[in-house]
Structures are given as structure tokens and as C-alpha cells.
């Protein structure tokens, strides 16, 4: 009777352990990549968006919904979606009712593939944007920031440079580096609108101090003075230390490129939540991996202060999974034990049997 219940128990164990790996399992590779990389902003936003569940994603949806966002709403559907939950169809007739009068389809039409926002609404960041997407704009800023020496900006000669340079480039290139004069030119005018977190600013205002060649700048106004455009922009291109062209430039990209693919909306996010330059280029990873999902990745991002995950929040968001996860072990150690002692009786007894 005893032996009975003894296999019974195991049985019932074996079940259990078979029935809840299925549910363990994600929860043990999205354990297992954080630990593995803790800097990844996908394993943070994956670990963060799977301790939610219906009803917080529609909460999400009726708050943005709040805001007037319902491109937010629909980037919060998505993500739901890709989890295996379906939002409401109230909640789905609010979304299209709020589109109708959104602006924000259009303003999506309005960049076609470049743009970037920085300004308080689409049409004013689209104007801005394509007042500024020659180098014209570019030597203008120089020639006036030259005007203000030795009070100037070193910044804004330095990402005015780094605007003159993608622009060349995208021309060299058949227009592929596009998203790179974009987002140059998009961090320069959020500069300008007082719209760049107090960090990222830190960090890119120390990185422009002391690269600017003062007489190269000087050579470069003088020629714009004279109408002789194409000598100042070559003169611009030389005015910064190449080493800082290059990281302005890159950002600008990894900038430029989420504004492609998302638009305004999600780049009025992007801006407030990047603290740094690597922050931009994590965003864009974020952009490519979630698509139409990417504002509900920053939505979260920014409740938890960060687009990436520090141990506590990562403890807190998988506190039950953990839990589960040493039962499981505890459980599934327990068999292996059990049947490594069977199988030594059973060796033991062929062993003496063979012996007699």
C-alpha cells in the first residue's frame, strides 16, 4: 500500500513538472537573457511587458485614450497582441472614433520615410524640419554662432558640422544616409527648443568642448558671407574634430532611423526618455524589434525611469516566476535523485545476482 502511494506521488510529481514547464519556460529564457545581457533594453521591455496581463493593457489603452493618443492606444493593442490578448472591441471602436480626428496619420504622411519630431505639433516640426534638411540651414547656423564668438555655442557648431557632414553623405550615397541628416538636424533643433533631457545635453556638450577649429570657422563665415556656399560647407565639414563628427553623426542615425520607422509621436518619446547617446541607439534596437508596439515599450520604459532594468525591478517584475522556478528545480532535482537511486538497486541487484 505504501509503495502505491509512493509511485502514485511520483507520478502525480512527473505530471506536475511536465503540465508547468510550458508555463515556466518563458519566464526562465527571459530570466536567463537578462542575466545574460542586463543592458539589453529588448530583455528589459520583454520582461516588464510579461508580468502584465489583459486588463493592464487596457488600462493603458483608456489612458492613452485620455491623452488624446490614439496612436499610443493602438501601439498598446499591439503589444497586447503579441502576448496573446485581445483588447476590447469597445475599446477598439474608441481607438478608430479617436483616429478620425487625430492628426497624427498625417503628420506619419508628412515625414514619408524621414522625419523625426522636435517641435509642438507635426506641421511645425515638418517645417522646421525641411527648412533645415540642406546644408543651407547648417552654414547659416555656423556663420551666426561665428557672429557670437567667443560666446558661442560649441554645440551647436559642432552638430551643425555634424549636419553639413550626413547631408554629404546622403547625397554620395543615393539619399541611404538620409535618417542621419534627419536626426542631426533633429537634434539640433530640439537643442534650440530647450527639448533635450538635462543629461544627454551633458554629455553632448562635452563631447563638442574644445573640438571646434576657430579658424576654419572663421574661413567658413567668410565664405558664406561671400554667397561662396560650396567653399563654406567644405570648410565646415573640417571645423570639428572628426572623432566628434563621427559619434554625432551616429546617434543622429540611430535617431533618424526610429523616426522613420515611427514617427512624430514616437520621437517627441524617444527625446524625453534618452539620457544618452547609448540610450538612442538602444531605442532604435527597441524600434526594429517591437514595430507598431515601439511607444508602448517607451510607455513602460519611462513609468520604470529607464529603458533598461537594474536587478531590483528585475526581482520584483519575476518575484513569482522565481518562486515557481525553484519549486520546479526543487521538484525536478527530487526525481533525478529518486531515479539515480533506482537505478543504483537495480545495477546492485544484477551485480549480485551475476556474483551467485
Known amino acids: ?25 518563458p519566464a526562465a529564457r527571459l530570466g536567463f537573457r537578462y542575466v545574460a ?16 496581463d489583459l486588463p493592464d493593457f487596457e488600462n493603458e489603452v483608456g489612458a492613452a ?27 477598439l471602436r474608441q481607438i478608430a472614433e479617436a483616429e478620425k480626428f487625430s492628426i497624427t496619420e498625417t503628420a506619419k504622411e508628412a515625414w514619408s520615410g524621414l522625419t523625426t519630431g522636435n517641435t509642438d505639433s507635426p506641421t511645425a516640426f515638418a517645417a522646421a524640419l525641411a527648412a533645415d534638411m540642406t546644408v543651407v540651414g547648417d552654414v547659416k547656423d555656423l556663420y551666426g554662432e561665428y557672429q557670437r564668438y567667443p560666446d558661442w555655442d560649441e554645440l551647436t557648431v559642432a552638430l551643425s558640422s555634424a549636419g553639413i557632414v550626413a547631408a554629404g553623405a546622403s547625397y554620395a550615397s543615393m539619399l541611404s544616409a538620409l535618417p542621419a541628416k534627419a ?20 554629455e553632448m556638450r562635452e563631447l563638442a568642448s574644445g573640438s571646434v577649429d576657430v579658424d576654419v570657422i572663421k574661413q567658413a563665415a567668410s565664405s558664406a558671407a561671400k554667397l561662396d556656399a560650396a567653399e563654406a560647407v567644405a570648410q565646415a565639414r573640417r571645423a570639428v574634430r572628426p572623432q566628434v563628427l563621427e559619434k554625432l553623426v551616429d546617434a543622429g542615425t540611430s535617431f533618424g532611423t526610429v523616426a522613420r520607422r515611427q514617427g512624430y509621436r514616437a520621437s517627441i518619446d524617444t527625446l524625453k526618455i534618452a539620457n544618452s547617446t547609448d540610450d538612442i541607439r538602444r531605442m532604435e534596437k527597441l524600434s526594429s524589434r517591437f514595430g507598431d508596439g515601439y511607444r508602448a515599450t517607451i510607455r513602460f520604459a519611462s513609468k520604470a525611469g529607464s529603458i533598461t532594468m537594474h536587478i531590483g525591478e528585475f526581482l520584483l517584475k519575476t518575484a513569482w516566476w ?35
Open 322 to 356: 522565481l518562486i515557481w522556478l525553484a519549486s520546479w528545480a526543487v521538484g525536478a532535482a527530487f526525481l533525478i535523485f529518486e531515479a539515480g537511486v533506482a537505478v543504483f538497486r537495480l545495477l546492485r541487484g544484477s551485480v549480485r545476482a551475476l556474483a551467485a
Open 65 to 91: 485614450l485620455a491623452e488624446k493618443d490614439p496612436e499610443l492606444a493602438r501601439s498598446m493593442v499591439a503589444v497586447a497582441a503579441e502576448r496573446g490578448y485581445s483588447v476590447s472591441p469597445d475599446l
Open 37 to 52: 545581457t542586463p543592458d539589453d533594453p529588448v530583455a528589459a521591455a520583454e520582461v516588464r511587458m510579461a508580468s502584465l
Open 1 to 25: 500500500m505504501f509503495r502505491m502511494l509512493r509511485y502514485a506521488w511520483r507520478l502525480s510529481l512527473v505530471v506536475a513538472l511536465v503540465s508547468s514547464a510550458s508555463y515556466l519556460y
Open 183 to 202: 536626426g542631426v538636424t533633429l537634434l539640433k533643433n530640439a537643442k534650440k527648443a530647450d527639448k533635450i533631457p538635462a543629461p544627454l545635453l551633458r
